[in-house]
């Protein structure tokens, strides 16, 4: 009698479009390899990376088909030859190359760290992207502190709400530029001024900023640079169109910066505890079957979801 293969479930496409593209599929489970963890994977967010990629706005695993999903959380079941930093059943969250859409997912043991102690599944996978931008952006390039004022465009969204509370427990004064009806929720979150980014120009709402960190681009980006005091800097982290390029602050006399979104799960340790005792706190908007991928695609589309859309593999 021979034993059955294990499977898994994952999310695939085998074509860019909108969220009607993503398809449940069932393949060979991966085996981890030198270096590697296998991640049983509870809970796994849909990131900002994630629709430009299925769309082929921004073509970050080439052609199709290919498996979403960036930030991750859930359970080490294996582990490959040379991993040390791990045991198996150890709880972990982390940012990977993508493939995380799925029940089970292959990756570098460094770039997970050990899940924060009462942080859920769900609001530990939708921290990584966020928490490492943001520190990158604020805290490694802009160095914010007592004193600095830190503008946050799309201040409610994933990258965005995490980034209002870094700069706010660092000390610095905090405006955000969102809609008018998540103004409420930003002021809880600690921003210390709000703006309805939809309103206007943002150069006639705020001005005299030492670090803009913007999540989203577009034809609006330029405006960010009218808010900046003489050397201050925009911090981009747009996994596509940028809507200017280094050279438009250059010439200025602004500074600019492209927030690297590289793993890190030493980073992520150094953030943890930020997340265990809720001095930072993740919004998830909604958790959602991995069967749901689509959905969860359109509900993040939408421009209104405050924080992060998760998928549950395992509900």
């Known amino acids: ?113 050990a899940k924060p102690a009462g942080l859920d599944h769900a609001h530990a996978a939708a921290a990584p992207t966020a928490v490492l931008t943001a520190w990158r952006a604020l805290i490694d390039i802009a160095r914010v502190g007592p004193g600095s004022r830190v503008l946050v465009r799309a201040a409610a969204g994933g990258t965005g709400h995490v980034a209002v ?23 809880d979150l600690g921003a210390d001024a709000l703006v309805d980014d939809t309103a206007g120009d943002l150069a006639e709402l705020v001005h005299d900023i030492d670090a803009a960190l913007d999540p989203v681009g577009g034809d609006r980006a330029p405006s960010l640079l009218d808010t900046l005091r003489p050397d201050g800097i925009l911090l981009c982290c747009v996994p596509s ?14 500074r600019f910066a492209l927030v690297p979104d590289t793993p890190s799960g030493d980073l992520l340790a150094r953030a943890a505890p930020l997340l265990a005792d809720r001095r930072i706190r993740v919004h998830v908007t909604a958790t959602l079957p991995l069967a749901d991928a689509a959905r969860a695609h359109a509900l993040a589309e939408e421009g209104r979801a405050r924080g992060v859309v998760v998928l549950v593999p395992h509900p």
């Open 165 to 187: 509370q870094l700069a706010a427990a660092e000390g610095a004064h905090v405006v955000g530029a969102a809609r008018a009806e998540d103004h409420a929720f930003l002021r």
């Open 241 to 254: 169109d940028l809507g200017l390029s280094p050279e438009d602050a250059e010439a200025r006399g602004l």
């Open 1 to 113: 009698m021979t034993t059955a293969e294990p499977r898994v479930q994952l999310i695939t496409q085998h074509r860019f479009g909108g969220p009607d593209v993503l398809e449940v599929e069932e393949h060979p489970r991966p085996e981890p390899g030198p270096g590697q963890v296998l991640l049983r994977v509870h809970a796994a967010a849909v990131g900002p990376a994630d629709r430009p990629a299925r769309s082929g706005a921004a073509p970050l695993f080439g052609e199709p088909p290919f498996t979403l999903g960036h930030d991750v959380s859930g359970e080490i079941e294996e582990m490959g030859p040379g991993v040390t930093r791990f045991r198996t059943g150890d709880e972990v969250f982390g940012r990977i190359d993508g493939g995380g859409h799925a029940t089970h997912v292959t990756a570098p043991a460094g770039h997970f760290a």
